[in-house]
């Protein structure tokens, strides 16, 4: 005779299933509410292990979610399974076929009732991008203040840019202007035309060289500026908290991460 897949030691496994709406962890990087869903959660028990897949459907691309399984038994018992692997915890990515294992041995679950299946998924919003300081200073090497904006996550400091080069091509500018009347300088006879011609050379050539420092101090400037800019990508450390209620069973929730 063919066991029953749904019949084990612990015995008659019921299948229920809530499909939760997601919502947003205060805090989030989300710039808006989630219109994520979770579909399709079903679950199976095989010996010792609760298997329960489910889809997150309607996400946005890379949104990553904080998935939690909670199990409440017939008579009310609310159950928070810690022995758990799979698609579940705070690093969860959108799709279909997402699975999760629930070792009931270990966590000393005898279940000899009905059972009922949640799936809390709460949006996380979409990761920024990190930027090291080393590619920070590479981009501000080539494009002044660009770094410092990647690091600070906005800001105008890409003008730097705008000063660096065109401090840059204005000084190339009035070099050859001081250049192409030097060499007009050296060619006139007339006495006043020379004094005129060596008169504009040297006001050229200091245009030209002020144009050039200007160029100079503001991308070292850029330069160090992006060393000591707070890295505003990098993932924040320590300890935080957060807290909202459940939308469909009003059960508020609360939890503290320590991120290292």
């Known amino acids: 005779m063919k066991k029953n897949p749904f019949l084990t030691d612990y015995g008659i496994i019921q299948l229920f299933s809530i499909f939760l709406g ?16 979770i579909q399709n959660v079903q679950f199976v028990a095989r010996n010792d292990t609760l298997i329960v897949t489910y889809d997150i459907e309607k996400a946005q691309r890379k949104e990553l979610f904080d998935v939690t399984l909670i199990v409440t038994t017939a008579s009310g018992k609310l159950i928070r399974p810690r022995a758990v692997s799979g698609d579940v915890g705070s690093v969860v990515t959108a799709g279909k076929g997402k699975t999760i294992f629930w070792d009931l041995n270990r966590d000393q679950i005898y279940l ?4 009922q ?15 090291s300081r080393g590619k920070a200073l ?18 105008a400091y890409w003008m730097m840019a705008v000063i660096v080069y065109g401090s840059s091509a204005g000084s190339a500018i009035f070099y050859a202007m001081a250049d192409h009347n030097f060499r007009k300088y050296l060619s006139s006879a007339d006495i006043d035309e020379r004094n005129t011609l060596h008169s504009r050379v040297m006001t050229q050539n200091t245009v030209s060289d002020v144009l050039l420092y200007t160029a100079g101090a503001v991308w070292l400037g850029n330069m160090i500026w992006t060393l000591v800019q707070p890295n505003k990508t990098k993932p924040l450390k320590g300890l935080s908290f957060g807290g909202n209620v459940d939308p ?3 059960r508020p929730w609360f939890a503290v991460t320590w991120r290292f």
């Open 22 to 37: 997601v919502f947003l962890l205060p805090g989030s990087t989300g710039s808006a509410q989630s219109v994520a869903e």
């Open 112 to 115: 000899n009732e009905g059972i």
């Open 117 to 131: 299946v949640e799936i809390e998924a709460i949006a996380l919003g979409i990761p920024e991008k990190f930027v």
């Open 138 to 155: 590479l981009i501000s090497a080539v494009v002044p203040g660009l770094g410092i904006t990647r690091l600070h996550k906005g800001g």
């Open 248 to 250: 469909v069973s009003g």
